[in-house]
Nanobody, 114 residues
């Protein structure tokens, strides 16, 4: 069964850092570009960053220069290093293929607050 499992979220003060991890099974995730998405309360889910199998990346304007996406093709895993976190980064973070073709996992909560 195809599964996405996100981890690494938590409560962090503004300016802090977190590293999210995504473990996935299934050929869709291994063959396609991968993305990190987030959904804040009352808002639609949005793409944060995406990465191709060759390492090409795209970022939402709001996170450029602060967030960095990476992937390990041998392990079907993906990471999101988040630096200089802001309160507006507070959201549930999800991983999926890009575009999102898989059933969403439970996500991991990131809360940025003093």
């Amino acid at each position: 069964q195809v599964q996405l499992v996100e981890s690494g979220g938590g409560l962090v003060q503004p300016g802090g850092s977190l590293r999210l991890s995504c473990a996935a099974s299934g050929s869709i995730f291994s063959r396609n570009p991968r993305g990190w998405y987030r959904q804040a309360p009352g808002k639609q889910r949005e793409l944060v960053a995406a990465i191709t199998s060759g390492g090409g990346t795209i970022y939402a304007d709001s996170v450029k220069g602060r967030f960095f996406i990476s992937r390990d093709n041998t392990k079907n895993t993906m990471y999101l290093q988040m630096n200089s976190l802001k309160p507006e980064d507070t959201a549930v973070y999800y991983c999926n293929s890009f575009p999102s073709l898989m059933t969403w996992g439970q996500g991991t909560q990131v809360t940025v607050s003093s």
